[in-house]
């Protein structure tokens, strides 16, 4: 098994990872030796993956990092960076690497702070593998100070540094950012595609493995989730259930309550798992004692805590109201398609009475007003207006059709 095998349905960025992997490979190697190094080398100190959600953005550069630092012995005779068994490897992939760096955030944003603190790490030399790697997961949360911060390091990079950033698109980092980086475009894998990886990496059933890939459109993760976690069929179900449900007024405040509710309760399910167990941590940092008072001076330090907390449950809450409407308007493009005649295969084929009912009820011009409200909602959220009055709008408009 190599580091590229969990890269579904990526063969085109595949193959340019992996000869820029072998061109740096041979260009340590040459520096090691003192010989110089190539002018035609496909690698470069700076990279940008894009492509939409559950396309493997961050599995490529995850990857990528681990091709950076394989040192597999085969390698010396034509073997391919990129292993998969070797100590470089295996401790990239998992997180353990002393030199690659991976950063995700769970929170709104990523300041000017923690991207400082990235930028210092940068300029370090690799304490014990080939490359210094620092993966961003989530370089469209940078803040317009944080993008600043982080455009010196990547104009001037150290030798031996290399970035690797994952955004949804180009226009979700700074220009003048992605005009230093190579850019590499992930595509939504196939159906099949993924549904082979469940059943191959995780033991799921076919016919399970199928119908969570068909659900979610090819995205990898939520795909995983679906077919192995009952609370999630069954949120997503409710979701589904929302088209029958905006027949009048109060069936609309309703819905949009109910929405807005499961993702609080996911927001609430995420700090109970997450919160207490991080401020008992702190406070035995700290030097308090259980159930005791904490000592002078650590007031501010459990005050930020509790501040990262609350940002993280807000974010939480978006992310499943998010996931919550893209379900919506997966249900609407399979009414779209039924109106239009398309063979296009449902995505919702577990619904397809209510997609072929509400198919039948209404035109495609209506279809398409719908989706526009669902899109609108997503903006709305994003412009951090009220959850609950972004969802109650949406609903008066899917009723209004």
């Not at 469209?140 to 100070?145: M, S, V």
């Not at 609080?264 to 008072?293: C, F, I, N, P, S």
């Amino acid at each position: 098994m190599t580091v590229w095998d969990d890269l579904v349905g990526q063969d085109r960025v595949r193959d340019q990872l992996a000869a820029a992997a072998r061109d740096a490979d041979a260009q340590v190697t040459a520096v090691s030796a003192g010989e110089p190094v190539s002018d035609a080398s496909k690698m470069t100190h700076a990279w940008l993956f894009t492509g939409p959600p559950g396309s493997g953005r961050s599995t490529a550069a995850r990857a990528f990092a681990a091709a950076l630092q394989c040192v597999s012995p085969d390698r010396a005779l034509g073997g391919q960076p990129g292993c998969g068994f070797c100590d470089g490897c295996h401790t990239s992939l998992v997180g353990t690497h002393a030199d690659v760096q991976i950063v995700r955030t769970d929170l709104l944003s990523i300041g000017v702070k923690e991207t400082r603190d990235l930028v210092r790490r940068a300029q370090l030399s690799p304490a014990v593998g080939r490359w210094q790697v620092i993966v961003l997961e989530d370089a469209d949360r940078l803040t317009e100070g944080a993008g600043n911060v982080l455009l010196k390091a990547v104009e001037e990079p150290a030798p031996r540094t290399v970035w690797l950033l994952c955004a949804p698109s180009l226009e979700d980092v700074l220009p003048t950012i992605r005009s230093r980086c190579r850019h590499l475009t992930l595509r939504t894998p196939p159906v099949e595609a993924v549904a082979d990886v469940l059943i191959r990496r995780d033991g799921i059933p076919p016919e399970t493995a199928l119908a969570a890939a068909r659900a979610t459109q090819g995205h990898i993760g939520r795909a995983r989730r679906l077919a192995t976690d009952d609370r999630a069929r069954a949120r997503r179900a409710a979701v589904l259930k929302v088209p029958l449900r905006v027949e009048d007024v109060g069936g609309c405040l309703k819905a949009a309550q109910e929405l807005v509710d499961t993702a609080g309760e996911d927001a609430k399910q995420l700090a109970e798992e997450v919160d207490v167990k991080e401020t008992e941590d702190l406070k035995a940092a700290l030097g308090g004692q259980a159930g005791g008072r904490m000592p002078r001076g650590t007031a501010g330090a459990m005050k930020e805590l509790e501040d990262r907390q609350k940002r993280r449950k807000t974010r939480t809450q978006r992310d499943s109201l998010d996931l919550a409407l893209t379900e919506l308007t997966g249900f609407y493009r399979d009414v779209l398609t039924l109106q239009l005649g398309s063979r296009l295969e449902l995505a919702n084929e577990e619904v397809r009475d209510a997609v072929d009912r509400i198919a039948r009820g209404s035109s495609p011009e209506a279809t398409l007003r719908r989706i526009e409200a669902v899109l609108a909602c997503r903006e709305a959220l994003d412009r951090n207006v009220a959850p609950l009055l972004a969802v109650e709008a949406m609903t008066m408009a899917l009723r209004a059709g």
